[in-house]
């Protein structure tokens, strides 16, 4: 039987009523009269994580279902703010099964583990593994350090919501909570293609780290990391520790240099009152950064890229929904044209592709040995349905 998808988006005062609807919506654009495969939910960090899930499960049951908070959802219509974004699949080949790990803030090497454990014990064998992972806490890297592909396709991303309290939220059918990781893996007759790009470029300026721990860049130049900004910027020091600039700096990402071609982007979350960026991933003393500056352009490009890179990976299976995983910088930057990154990956797929996303603090994509953490990027999983 042929695969099917639909997406369905709701606006409502309260959580539940807002995930029944925008279920209900898809459903009823679903061409298919079967119980769907998979759900996937992108929710607004205003929404109670429960109160949502439980208007998603009302009319879904028992479908295998995770989600995650945004500032916003994507459809092919869109930006959507303060609401709730449902994406369905259904095919009489595609299986899946979900998996709630609520200890990833506490322990993201444990959390890689009990995945790894899982595939290996082949209680978790499949096509692909989508996953959610808490934003502010826990240890992204380190996840995907630990985790082998296992001969199957791994992306995802982190889960955002109010950088000003730091709540984010996960869901994995009627678990769900902070600190947590959803995961949905993807079992037969489906193929993933996975395509990432970013627009930020370097402009001129070079730092050395010179002091950084844990997740805290302390020093760029042997300065407090808000005075190497402030000098560039014309902003006092101090005024980066308080909103806006204290989140606004994610607009302003470190390039690494290493061994490789291409730089790594590393963001920070917000300024700290002592001047220190917190990032959400190392950086360790004495490497080279250059300041990276995006601009609408290269971003509308970069979204064309990541769907392209999807597509060819796809093969030659069918294109039937695409999930877009773009990094909160994004929004900030498009923000006076909300959605174009959306309008750019359907110029490639098609205006028939249904399209579900969100904002993420970190991007995973496949990668040998492991799966690579991103910050900044733009990600597009296309799922696709094999050719008979």
Known sequence: MAMFAAVGQAQELDGREAGLQATHQALNDLQSSTTPSLAIVVSSHHYDA??????????????????????????????????????????????????????????SRETASRLTQAVADGRLTGRGLILFADGFNGDAEQLCNGLAEHAICIAGGLSSGDLHTGLTYQIAGNQNGTGGLAALLLKGEIRLGVGSAHGWLPAGNMFRVTRSRGFWVRT????????????????????????????????????????????????PLRVEADGSFRMNATIRDGVDAHLLVGSPSACRQAAQDAAQQALSRLGKARPVMALVLADIAWQMLLEATPGVEVQAIQDVLGQGVPIIGGYTLGQIVPGDPNPQFLNQHIVVIVFGEPKE
């Open 220 to 267: 760029l130049d042997g300065r407090p990391a808000s005075e190497s900004y402030a000098q560039l910027f014309g902003y006092p020091a101090r005024e980066w520790a308080f909103p806006p600039l204290n989140h606004l700096a994610r607009l302003y990402p470190l390039g690494v240099e290493r061994s490789e071609e291409k730089l790594l982007v590393r963001a």
């Open 50 to 107: 429960h109160l949502v899930a439980t208007g998603v499960a009302s009319l879904l049951g028992d479908v295998p279902t995770i989600g995650f908070s945004s500032p916003s959802g994507l459809s092919v219509n869109g930006q959507h703010v303060h609401s709730v974004v449902v994406g369905l699949l259904t095919g009489s080949d595609v299986l899946a099964d979900q998996l709630w790990l609520s200890g990833y803030a506490q322990s």
